[in-house]
């Protein structure tokens, strides 16, 4: 190879290199939007709506949202009660109050409507997807009506098999980096929902205190994963095993 050919191949390396780090550094600080500590207790409600607007159904959590990619969901509502699903990196499993086996599951289990179990235990981006920085774009900004805001355009895809999602298409607020909507594909590369995320202040966010999950595929309703509350908690250790879990332990 010629002098100047290993040049510009090794500043082609590098470009890629800084590119990825920064699109990296873009998914940290939009996370820090979604999470705000690396070990949470997350109230979560999630309810449905039919295209109507009219209100469906509707069910409570509380994720305990810890760093490593560890999450434990407990499922709060009656039809529901004493279920637990348990996520170790990219291992789910399902924990019934009646059975001593925990049952795998993928994050891509419904819960309700168009949220999936990995809607709600996984809350980090820069762990779970690689991608480039396409470019500046006009959006939505984060409140109905409002004039339109400069974003940063992100095509993020998997890296790691235990995601929900395979392909990411995310909008960013150009200065602050505030998530404000993306699209959502499944393994086929087919759009399967589109996210749009509620800011507790827009004009100056701190933490998106709810998501908007509108399904692409079939049934046109709309899926509100509202973040009542959070608090920084780090759980014992024990209740990440699930053989400890098929125990039916008391857990606060």
């Excluded at 290199?17 to 820090?32: C, I, Y």
């Excluded at 979560?44 to 490593?68: C, L, W």
């Excluded at 470019?135 to 004039?147: H, I, M, S, Y």
Aim: glycine share 6%.
């Amino acid at each position: 190879m010629k002098p100047l050919s290993i040049i510009l191949t090794a500043l082609a390396l590098l470009a890629s290199t800084s590119h990825a780090q920064d699109v990296n550094a873009l998914l940290k600080a939009a996370d820090k939007y979604r999470m705000g500590a690396e070990n949470l207790q997350v109230e979560t409600q999630i309810n449905v709506f039919n295209a109507d607007g009219s209100p469906d159904k509707e069910r409570r959590y509380k994720v305990f949202a810890q760093a490593g990619r560890k999450s434990l969901v407990l499922m709060l509502s009656p039809a529901e009660k004493g279920q637990k699903v348990l996520m170790l990196g990219d291992d789910f499993w399902l924990l019934m109050p009646e059975s001593q086996r925990p049952l795998r599951i993928t994050p891509m289990q419904k819960l309700l409507g168009d949220a999936s179990i990995g809607d709600i235990a996984t809350l980090s981006w820069a762990d779970d997807y690689s991608g480039k920085l396409l470019g500046e774009e006009r959006c939505d900004g984060p409140t109905a009506g409002a004039a339109q805001v400069p974003c940063l355009h992100l095509s993020l895809n998997a890296a790691r098999k235990g995601v929900t999602y395979q392909r990411i298409e995310l909008w960013l607020g150009k200065t602050r980096y505030e998530p404000l909507k993306a699209d959502l594909y499944v393994l086929s590369d087919k759009l399967a929902k589109q996210a749009s995320f509620v800011l507790d202040k827009p004009a100056a966010p701190t933490i998106v205190t709810e998501m908007v999950l509108s399904d692409q595929v079939s049934n046109h309703k709309t899926t509100h994963v509202r973040y009542a509350s959070r608090k920084e908690r780090q759980v014992p250790q024990e209740w990440l095993n699930p053989m400890f879990l098929v125990r039916n332990p008391a857990l606060d």
